[in-house]
């Protein structure tokens, strides 16, 4: 639609104008309509249209035929016009429709082609037909072949001497000569088209002299009618596919040798799972033994933190071996309640040996405004810390590593979270920035060859951050040190203040004295005694504390607690500790030495200077809280993370248990779990002498390793079940094995096992398996 004024310069024109023509509206506004339809293609004779660019107010009707306008590019258009005049308040228009014609006129070409003779459109049907990649065969309703091209001689023989094609009439005799095809004759092609059906994609394998290998053939056909609809015949198009099915088989194969690769690679990852969880068992279940004996407080730190990473590395090793996580690519982020301030102590604490070693120290900042109890998977924000303070150490050789925490957006329901890890240590090249987060690659090879890794941590980490919904990056320059960045959305626990002790009242301005020659310690010591409302007092090194004691003591407000740094230049802490006691009364102002080195003091040592308690740097906030409650008579039901327990508050009912299992460390951590809750236990080293000994002895259950030499604990199962088969009664017995693919425990159950626990075996999954199962029944007796 285009709007003319009576100059004939476009006013208006819509959307499709300019599709058709090319031109913008902005173009066309102004411009003379014959940009459009130029005067060369008008029609050569006076006409309505002829009218219009005389005199565009002429009140002509209707349209004017054989017209061409011409687009932007040069492109003629036949076009059909017609012109309507429009008054308007600011005069007479003409609105002109200007419409495509080309599908008009390439219609009408098609309907004068198809009235030609018919030896002209069957010599154009014979070249087109013979120039095509396809056979192609027409036949009449008898069968007859009236048509085929080059491509159908070729594939199926047609014309040749062999196969002569005069005086075939059937279709059975004349289609594909020696066919071998599942078809009976009347399910043929070109039956069913000739029939009246449609044929899709038929699938016909034939043999000729032409082909003596044979050949594949993918075979359509549509029946053909005159304008009464009275079958004449058929048409069928065929392909040879033979290379496509060749490419099938190809495929076929190379499948069924990924499958037994990937046969090989399950069979590898069970095998690695059971070699790693064999000594990870030992290691987790010794520590779960030792944590049931008499320890000193620093003691069970470390104890604790072999326990938390011994159980961050079997997290690990079960998401690898997940295979529906792996292939699908998706880890699931748990939704627990924690404390951000334990996660974040917990992962720095767990590099703080390896700083140490390098003299390295690890500092922790968490902004008080910061709710601590969160909901989340807290050991996901530690995996992703302990990746990034593990780079931190590792390419820093002097100065100290900085955790800092704070909140970039937070409501009543939802707080993002913004992390940073800061090193002193060599840098990363700008280039380089963006690689590093991606897997197996390192900011450059001798890196790898310097530092050692694999390059994958980071790449972790990142995928870990974007399911918490935030983002990693970082900043850095060579030999000034990095910063990584990353965020996290976690979901704010209801219950903050039922975990805050009533006794925090009692510290309300309690004056406290901290020491410590590291400006980013005492910051951020000093801000969790403001969090608590107690009154610190900031001093670097012993020569100001001592005077910040005597002005204390002037102002009528002495100092009630002090935190002292261990290893301080000039006076270190047992030092100022020691010189205290001409000054003050110990018993009146407890300290706390808070150290970042590897080996605490003595506990006699300790006392003799007063030292109230010996804490490792990076201080977890509930921990000293705790502690400095502790020290002032207090209780707080703030609890930090507990150390591995045994206790259970259930009942135990004694059992005589059989313990089968090769592995000399396996087998004293069973037994320490086992003994200490009253059971009876006697040893088998495999399952053959398991079987010797059910036979002799009876028993409540069997606790079964699977993988054993002589005799696994399939094979003894299965020995066990078919003895109880003939002679009556059932043992139950619980599969303990380190297989943990999926599949692996409805193995166990299908072998006639009762239950089934992963290794490396937790005393809970242990007690439950030996005490919720039935008792025995003796042979002769059957469980209904």
């Not at 390098?358 to 910061?370: D, N």
Request: proline share 5%; net charge negative; aromatic share 6%.
């Amino acid at each position: 639609m285009v709007m003319i004024d009576r100059e004939r310069r476009i006013t208006l024109v819509n959307g499709r104008t300019e599709e058709l023509f090319g031109y913008s509206r902005k173009e066309l506004i102004g411009e003379l309509v014959e940009i459009l339809v130029p005067e060369r293609f008008r029609p050569q004779h006076p006409s309505k249209v002829e009218s219009f660019y005389r005199n565009p107010q002429t009140r002509a009707m209707g349209s004017g035929g054989g017209l061409f306008g011409v687009s932007k590019d040069g492109t003629e258009v036949p076009i059909e016009l017609g012109l309507n005049p429009i008054s308007t308040n600011e005069g007479t228009f003409v609105l002109a429709s200007i419409i495509d014609i080309t599908e008009r006129k390439r219609t009408e070409e098609e309907l004068r082609r198809a009235k030609v003779e018919a030896e002209e459109v069957s010599r154009i049907l014979d070249s087109s037909l013979k120039s095509i990649a396809d056979g192609v065969i027409v036949a009449d309703s008898a069968g007859k072949f009236l048509f085929w091209n080059e491509v159908a001689e070729q594939i199926v023989g047609l014309g040749t001497t062999d196969t002569p094609i005069e005086g075939w009439t059937t279709h059975y005799g004349c289609f594909l000569p020696d066919m071998v095809t599942p078809f009976p004759p009347q399910d043929l092609p070109l039956a069913r088209t000739i029939r009246g059906e449609d044929v899709y994609e038929d699938e016909l394998f034939i043999r000729n002299s032409r082909k003596p290998d044979g050949v594949w053939l993918s075979v359509n056909g549509r029946p053909l009618r005159d304008e009464t609809n009275q079958l004449r015949g058929g048409v069928i198009v065929f392909r040879d596919t033979t290379e496509r099915r060749r490419h099938e088989v190809e495929l076929h194969r190379a499948k069924e040798a990924a499958e037994t690769a990937n046969k090989a690679k399950s069979s590898f990852l069970a095998n690695m799972s059971h070699e790693i969880r064999t000594p990870m068992n030992g290691i987790i279940g010794m520590t779960q033994l030792l944590a049931r004996t008499e320890l000193r407080s620093h003691q069970r730190d470390y104890l604790t933190t072999v326990d938390e990473s011994a159980h961050i590395l079997l997290r690990l090793l079960n998401d690898i071996l997940d295979f529906s996580k792996i292939e699908a690519g998706k880890l699931e982020l748990e939704r627990v309640n924690f404390r951000i301030s334990e996660c974040v102590g917990r992962a720095s604490q767990m590099l703080m040996l390896r700083a140490a070693e390098k003299g390295l120290e690890i500092v922790c900042r968490i902004a008080p405004e910061i709710p601590d109890h969160l909901l989340g998977d807290s050991g996901r924000i530690q995996q992703v810390l302990v990746n990034l303070l593990g780079n931190a150490v590792k390419f820093t050789e002097a100065g100290e590593i900085f955790v800092n925490l704070n909140v970039e957006s937070i409501t009543a329901e939802r707080a993002r979270l913004h992390f940073s890890v800061s090193d002193t240590g060599i840098g990363i090249p700008a280039d380089k920035l963006v690689q590093i987060f991606r897997p197996f690659e390192q900011a450059e090879s001798s890196t790898t060859r310097r530092f050692g890794g694999t390059g994958l941590g980071l790449a972790i980490s990142r995928q870990l951050v974007e399911m918490m919904h935030g983002k990693i990056w970082v900043e850095s320059e060579p030999g000034r040190g990095s910063t990584f960045h990353f965020t996290a959305e976690l979901e704010i626990s209801d219950d903050q203040h039922r975990h805050e002790p009533a006794e925090l009242e009692s510290l309300l301005d309690l004056p406290v004295l901290v020491v410590d020659d590291n400006f980013t310690n005492r910051r951020i010591l000093g801000e969790m005694l403001q969090y608590w409302h107690m009154r610190p007092v900031l001093a670097d090194s012993a020569a100001v504390a001592r005077h910040a004691l005597q002005t204390a003591d002037e102002s009528q407000h002495p100092i009630r607690l002090i935190l002292l740094d261990h290893h301080m230049p000039g006076e270190d802490g047992l030092h100022f500790a020691e010189s205290l006691r001409d000054i003050r009364n110990q018993g009146q102002c407890p300290i706390i030495m808070i150290s970042s080195g590897t080996s605490p003091i003595d506990a006699e040592l300790g006392q003799k200077y007063g030292i109230g308690r010996f804490m490792i740097k990076p201080v977890i906030a509930s921990e000293l809280l705790n502690e400095v409650l502790r020290q002032f008579g207090r209780y707080t039901t703030v609890k930090p993370m507990q150390p591995p327990t045994l206790a259970t508050s259930s009942p135990v009912h004694p059992r005589r248990v059989l313990l089968v299992e090769d592995n000399e460390i396996n087998r004293r951590v069973a037994l320490g779990l086992l003994l200490s809750r009253g059971h009876q236990v006697v040893v088998a080293v495999n399952g053959l002498e398991a079987v010797n000994t059910l036979a002799a002895e009876e028993f409540d259950v069997v606790l079964m390793d699977m993988q054993m030499p002589v005799m696994d604990g399939y094979e003894a199962t299965a020995e066990i079940r078919k003895r109880e088969h003939q002679t009556g009664g059932h043992i139950p017995i619980v599969a303990m094995t380190a297989e943990a693919l999926k599949g692996d425990r409805e193995r166990c159950l299908d072998s006639g096992m009762d239950d089934y626990v992963f290794k490396p075996i937790t005393p809970a999954e242990m007690y439950r398996a030996v005490a919720t199962l039935p008792h025995a029944l003796p042979a002769g007796r059957c469980r209904t």
